[in-house]
């Protein structure tokens, strides 16, 4: 299964996998948040 990125900028990027599961990592944080 391939990602696809949703939304990507200095701040933070959304991607979204195969798995129909939303993630966000922003760069500030160390770890990705799972949001869908």
Do not use: A
């Not at 939304?7 to 760069?27: A, C, H, M, S």
């Amino acid at each position: 299964k391939s990602f696809q990125t949703l939304k990507e900028n200095d701040q933070e990027v959304v991607i979204k996998t195969g798995y129909e599961t939303i993630i966000r990592k922003k760069f500030d944080f160390p770890m990705p948040e799972q949001v869908g």
